[in-house]
């Protein structure tokens, strides 16, 4: 017998395949010195997509059963009431009210209820090579709806609340961006044989064949889930309870800067005001779902940037054709930009909309050289 125990199951259902549609519209334009700018809409529409966030939770206790408060957690044999499920049932309230309550946790490998939209305005302004300089500049400007991010385990799975209702899960994604701006550029030196000037004698060989490029990138913060653990977790829902939003978006962090934090004691950054746990009962029973969504439409973290260098030198041989040394210098991390980490999440920490640690990895360069033949 299975009964009182975790059991796998297997939904026919999820037999069928998710499917995407994809439509987009663009205009180019050619700009004078070999410079183009190109302007696209891109949209798409998921349906049927993977979701596991509610894959070990097929038991939850439907909400609508919090009305009975500390009932819930209690044996059902003081609550005559409420009928048993079956005869020789024994447990709580709770249990009793599952879906399948001669079972504790129903799991299944993955469920396929999920979908998403997106729409972005995507710009590029690029320009070739005529005299030692090229670019390419694009800037999206995007909204990145969904009920589940992806398909896999980790922090996209925690922050689903009520498989009973799946359209409260519909918020912006964990990667959602709304600003990104990427900048690549190259510049040759004009030196050398190939260059404007010093096409021969040892200036050649010392100045030419140099070149540098730089990728830039910068990005609003990313969407912000907060949750609170400050309940009776286990014997109803297995999973964190969202809180509830008091306060609107205006309001939902101290504001101020924060281009440094104290890692001992955090920086306030998430207004606590701005929310709290639910109700609860005399015996922590939430009376009611949190009212936030699963990521914050907009309350974001901390804004991204980033710029990578490098300077490359190329030397031609001349025992063969194709064949040059090689010797360049990369810095990642060049202008030595530290981020900030996230703050605490949890409204039931003491610490919650707290910040207590940077984020990002320092410069660092290095130095190689090769043989190319």
């Known amino acids: 017998m299975l009964n009182g125990v975790d059991i796998p199951f297997y939904n026919p259902e999820v037999q069928k395949l998710p499917y995407v549609q994809n439509w987009n519209f663009g205009i180019q334009y050619e700009l004078p010195w070999d410079t183009r700018v190109e302007a696209n809409y891109v949209g798409n529409k998921g349906t049927r997509l993977n979701d596991v966030k509610y894959a070990n939770f097929l038991n939850q206790v439907d909400p609508r059963h919090l009305s009975l408060g500390n009932a819930l957690v209690e044996d059902i044999s003081l609550h005559p009431q409420i009928p048993k499920p079956y005869p020789t049932f024994t ?96 510049y040759e030196f004009p030196f050398g044989k190939q260059g404007k000037w010093m096409r021969s004698g040892i200036g050649s060989y010392i100045l030419g064949g140099w070149s540098a490029s730089m990728i830039h990138r910068y990005q609003t913060g990313a969407p912000i889930s907060v949750n609170t653990s400050n309940y009776d977790a286990l014997s109803l829902f297995n999973r964190n309870l969202r809180p509830d939003v008091i306060l609107p978006p205006e309001q939902q962090t101290v504001g101020g800067s924060f281009s440094d934090i104290d890692v001992i004691r955090g920086t306030s950054y998430l207004n606590p005001a701005a929310f709290k746990t639910p109700e609860l009962t005399s015996k922590r029973v939430p009376t009611h779902m949190g009212t936030a969504p699963r990521f914050l439409p907009n309350t974001r973290g901390f804004s991204r940037y980033g710029e990578d260098f490098s300077f490359i030198k190329k030397t031609d041989l001349g025992f063969r054709e194709g064949a040059f040394f090689e010797i360049r210098i990369d810095a990642l991390n060049v202008f030595n930009r530290i981020g900030l980490g996230g703050p605490i999440t949890d409204v039931g920490n003491a610490n919650f909309g707290r910040v207590f640690s940077k984020a990002g990895t320092p410069r660092t360069m290095q130095i190689g050289g090769r043989i190319m033949f």
């Open 91 to 186: 447990g709580t309230v709770a249990q009793a009210l599952r879906p399948f309550p001669q079972y504790q946790g129903v799991t299944t490998h993955r469920t396929n209820n999920g979908y998403s939209t997106y729409h972005s305005m995507q710009l590029t302004f690029t320009k070739r090579s005529n005299s030692g300089l090229s670019f390419l500049t694009s800037y999206t400007f995007s909204k990145s709806l969904a009920t589940t991010d992806t398909a896999g385990p980790g922090d996209y799975t925690y922050n689903a609340q009520n498989i009973y209702n799946i359209a409260s899960d519909y918020s912006v994604t964990a990667f959602h961006s709304p600003h990104d701006l990427k900048v690549t550029w190259i």
